[in-house]
Antibody
Framework: QVQLQQSGAELVKPGSSVKISCKAS????????MHWIKQQPGNGLEWIGW????????KYNQKFNGKATLTADKSSSTAYMQLSSLTSEDSAVYFC???????????WGQGVMVTVSS | DVQMTQSPYNLAASPGESVSINCKAS??????LAWYQQKPGKANKLLIY???TLQSGIPSRFSGSGSGTDFTLTIRSLEPEDFGLYYC?????????FGGGTKLELK
């Protein structure tokens, strides 16, 4: 069965970077887009962007240009998102989710809580 | 960006009742609207996509309708496991956007 296993919670300092992972199993990793979504405490969901692991193509929500960088490692079926120049506004739960283009987000990871605090 | 307005914000109901959640897009998104369920400790679950297509494995008590700008998620004969948060999301154009969520609570 399709599973997306995300890395553990992160506590990071303002101004630093963090890289979170999403390990896929149960399907052909290189054949589906991987999307990333942000959820701040008590807030709704924000779409960050996607990566197609088959060729590394990416697309970002303009709001996250320069903030998020999406990569993928085909050998380990793992997608990554690096967040840079962290501020308190980046404290949130971050989800990865698979897309069978052009469909919706059909499988989600469990989410990673990133807390930015000194 | 397409703004998605979801209503109501909160909804209280009892098992066995039927409820509806509405989602309005700021411009036409054709049929490309999805509904998700979010519950603590569980991965978010896709319920409906393309406005009315039931995702595989989702009970038939869930249904979706609408096109263009106005969409509705209906849950018939609520089961105890249906209580949680529900979000709509347009997958017609980038950036994909979500509604603000509806909390379905036990009355």
């Amino acid at each position: 069965q399709v599973q997306l296993q995300q890395s553990g919670a992160e506590l990071v300092k303002p101004g630093s970077s963090v890289k979170i992972s999403c390990k896929a199993s149960g399907y052909t990793f290189t054949s589906y887009d991987m999307h990333w979504i942000k959820q701040q405490p008590g807030n709704g969901l924000e779409w960050i962007g996607w990566i197609y692991p088959g060729n590394g193509n990416t697309k970002y929500n303009q709001k996250f240009n320069g903030k998020a960088t999406l990569t993928a490692d085909k050998s380990s079926s793992t997608a990554y998102m690096q967040l840079s120049s962290l501020t308190s506004e980046d404290s949130a739960v971050y989800f990865c989710a698979r897309v069978d283009y052009p469909g919706p987000l059909d499988y989600w990871g469990q989410g990673v809580m990133v807390t930015v605090s000194s | 960006d397409v703004q998605m307005t979801q209503s109501p914000y909160n909804l209280a109901a009892s098992p066995g009742e039927s409820v509806s959640i509405n989602c309005k897009a700021s411009k036409s998104i054709s049929k490309y609207l999805a509904w998700y369920q979010q519950k603590p400790g569980k991965a978010n679950k896709l319920l409906i996509y393309d406005g009315s297509t039931l995702q595989s494995g989702i009970p038939s008590r869930f249904s979706g309708s609408g096109s263009g700008t106005d969409f509705t998620l209906t849950i018939r004969s609520l089961e105890p496991e249906d209580f949680g948060l529900y979000y709509c999301q347009q997958h017609n154009e980038y950036p994909w956007t979500f509604g603000g969520g509806t909390k379905l609570e036990l009355k």
